[in-house]
């Protein structure tokens, strides 16, 4: 049930792209997305839900594949600021509002 | 705005101590998480409450964790008697309660148990 998240890490340098991936083996209703900074609270990135709606900040994009269940974070023009640990949580029922998150993508932008 | 608030902040026990987190939402959330994240993993819900009703508490082990949240409002999330296993940071998030509004997460607790 826990959603799988690749790469498990990955180091950029400034500027460059990066692509973080979720999956699920069950449908979902919705994937969420928020980044952690050591030491600090999960901080919320995005709403993707089933249908096409998005909700979240405007320099950062995702997709969401519902037939395959699986929604791509997409990270361009990397800043030093992107770095943290990226956890996409998955929700099945429609508005149960309950998360499973999955592992996640520890991501580290240098100079 | 401010934001979720928890205390203490860092806690060391022995095992089979209890020991008692406390949280305070965003003022106006009708929804408030309590997460439990082990290093490395991801937040892992234990319980969910929409004002001061239970949603969802499967995977809260109940024969040593319990939760209340009066009045709606603030939560306590007590553990008695605790275990190596549950050393680990607990997170408590709020949220709007409405259908896909973002959680806000506290700063955590950081559980050691010896």
């Known amino acids: 049930q826990q959603p799988v998240q690749s790469p498990q890490a990955v180091i950029l340098r400034e500027g460059e792209d990066a692509v973080i991936n979720c999956s699920s083996s069950?449908?979902?209703?919705?994937v969420h997305w928020y980044r952690q900074k050591h030491g600090e609270a999960p901080v919320f990135l995005m709403i993707?839900?089933?249908?096409?709606e998005q909700k979240g900040h405007e320099k950062i994009s995702a997709s969401f594949n519902e037939k395959k269940q699986q929604s791509s974070l997409y990270l361009t023009a990397s800043q030093l600021s992107y770095s943290g640990t990226y956890f996409c949580?998955?929700?099945?029922?429609?508005?149960?509002?309950?998360?499973?998150f999955g592992k996640g993508t520890k991501l580290t932008v240098n100079p | 705005e401010a934001g979720v608030a928890q205390s203490p902040r860092y806690k060391i026990i022995e095992k089979r101590q209890s020991v008692a987190f406390w949280c305070n939402p965003i003022?106006?959330?009708?929804?408030l998480y309590w997460y439990q994240q082990i290093l490395g993993q991801g937040p892992k819900l234990l319980i969910q409450?929409?004002?001061?009703?239970?949603?969802?508490d499967s995977q809260l082990p109940k024969d040593r964790f319990s939760a209340e949240r009066l009045k709606g409002v603030d939560s306590t999330l007590k553990i008695q008697p605790a275990k190596l296993e549950d050393s680990a940071v607990y997170l408590c998030?709020?949220?709007?309660?409405?259908?896909?509004?973002?959680?806000?997460f506290g700063p955590g607790t950081r559980l050691t148990v010896l």
């Open positions: 069950k449908a979902l209703y919705s």
């Open positions: 998030a709020s949220s709007l309660g409405r259908v896909y509004n973002e959680q806000f």
């Open positions: 409450f929409q004002n001061n009703g239970v949603v969802d």
């Open positions: 949580g998955t929700e099945r029922g429609g508005g149960s509002e309950k998360l499973v």
């Open positions: 003022s106006g959330h009708a929804t």
């Open positions: 993707l839900l089933k249908g096409g």
